[in-house]
């Protein structure tokens, strides 16, 4: 039966479920099939050094210490635990780095979210304690992912405006709706997981850059297990909790906009309409165009560090109210530093895992180049006169001698417009692999199975090349 909630809403809810129910392999484009696998590929690569991360160790080394043990790998460990907290673990160390994937809001909105990280460590702990094919898992993670999207292109701005963090809410109903479809709920069933999740729906912008912020997505990863584990055992929720007066749209945002999610899903798939992005730097993604043009610049007029009197840039006041430490003293800061993150591309002409410790970032070669970065903001009548993404941004660097290059950009690398191709997402697997210290045989057979996914018979052919054969 459909309900529709407050009068006159649309069953929001329904149209998600029977969306998750209804979508077959079929219906998937073969491109969007392609672009998944790329994204799968790219996230298992940034769990390996996520996995050595701050935040990865303190959170495994805490859920080894509960003795949860069970049937899914914990990816850069030993361990197995329980898929649920397998989940935590690796949704946490996938957004570690802030590597991972990125669905960026339209222009005039805010922000986006983090779709791969949750999902994917849901459907994958789910899948592998299972047995489930590499098919099963794909298409899960397809209809997951799309979910996350389009509710996150729902939300009312003010859902970001007021704090919450994206993929923590939009995240956790994705990695939801990804792990029913994997367990093959009806589109009751999936309602009501969609229920149980989203009253655990939360995560703070305030907590970007410290390690709350990848907690959030293993979280959501979690949540997508626990909410999916508790209908198969009985557990009521609301059938409505999307469109209600007190439901998650309401709740999270103050409301909802129905035309960007009603015959939305699918119509064309996320991966194709604006693109997902993957990240050609461990920072957040609102910085990479800046990043880009000023990389771009560097090489191109072989610019030393010494030569230069002043960097600046300019972006939207969203892009500077988001990455909010302009005098970063700490790896976590530093990836929501666009201060740092050109201050290193002038003095390294990369910017890599390896820039992002506490050491470097207190360099004091590197402190000083951070002063020389003048940032300012477009105001939004600037932005509509010129018709800005919502990433657009301005780079000039000024030399000593008063030479000036600089200019606008639009997109950053890994962008639809300027995408990273398979065999550089394949390389940032390798090089993720060789930071966190994981064998280079496992690594090349890992990128083999991800390639050939939907001829995978059992995920734990994935998943034991991401094992650690003893603990450490």
Request: net charge negative; charged share 20%; proline share 4%.
């Amino acid at each position: 039966m459909t309900t529709t909630g407050a009068a006159g809403a649309p069953p929001l809810t329904r149209h998600v479920a029977e969306f998750v129910v209804g979508t077959q392999e079929k219906d998937i484009p073969q491109e969007v099939q392609q672009l998944g696998k790329k994204a799968i590929l790219d996230a298992l690569g940034v769990v390996l050094p996520g996995a050595v991360s701050q935040p990865g160790r303190v959170l495994a080394a805490y859920l080894a210490d509960l003795g949860c043990r069970g049937d899914a790998t914990v990816f850069g460990t030993a361990l197995k635990l329980s898929p649920r907290f397998a989940a935590l673990a690796n949704g946490t160390a996938m957004h570690a780095d802030d590597y991972d994937d990125t669905l960026q809001a339209e222009t005039g909105r805010f922000q986006g979210v983090h779709p791969t990280a949750p999902v994917l460590a849901a459907v994958l702990a789910a899948g592998e304690a299972r047995g489930a094919s590499g098919r099963d898992v794909l298409l899960a993670y397809q209809v997951g992912v799309e979910v996350a999207c389009r509710l996150f292109d729902a939300t009312h701005v003010d859902h970001i405006l007021n704090g919450f963090h994206a993929t923590a809410t939009c995240g956790m109903l994705g990695a939801a709706a990804g792990v029913g479809r994997l367990y093959g709920m009806d589109a009751d069933g999936i309602a009501t997981t969609l229920g149980i999740a989203a009253s655990q729906a939360g995560g703070l912008q305030e907590n970007f850059g410290q390690s709350v912020k990848p907690f959030h997505a293993g979280r959501s990863a979690e949540v997508g297990i626990f909410a999916a584990d508790l209908q198969q055992r009985g557990f009521t929720a609301s059938p409505i909790i999307l469109e209600a007066r007190r439901g998650f749209f309401q709740a999270l945002g103050g409301g909802y906009e129905a035309s960007r999610l009603m015959d939305k899903l699918g119509r064309p798939w996320s991966f194709v309409d604006r693109g997902i992005w993957l990240k050609a730097f461990p920072t957040g993604s609102l910085g990479h165009p800046a990043m880009t043009k000023m990389l771009e610049l560097v090489r191109q007029h072989d610019i030393r560090p010494g030569d230069v009197a002043r960097i600046r840039v300019k972006t939207s006041q969203n892009i500077h109210h988001t990455l909010l430490h302009h005098r970063p003293t700490t790896e976590l800061q530093a990836k929501f530093s666009l201060e740092f993150c050109l201050a290193v591309l002038l003095l390294e002409r990369k910017c890599g895992l390896n820039q992002f410790h506490d050491d470097y970032v207190m360099r004091p070669d590197v402190q000083a180049t951070i002063g020389k970065v003048e940032y300012t903001t477009f105001t939004p009548e600037e932005a509509g006169r010129d018709n800005h993404t919502i990433v657009t941004s301005h780079v000039e660097i000024e030399l000593n001698d008063g030479t000036r290059y600089g200019g606008r950009v639009d997109a950053g690398k890994g962008n639809k417009a300027n995408p990273m191709s398979e065999e550089e997402v394949a390389e940032k697997f390798r090089e993720c692999a060789t930071f966190g210290g994981w064998p280079a045989d496992k690594a090349e057979r890992a990128i083999a199975l991800v390639r050939q996914l939907e001829q995978v018979k059992d995920a734990r052919e994935i998943t034991r090349e991401l094992a650690a054969e003893t603990a450490a």
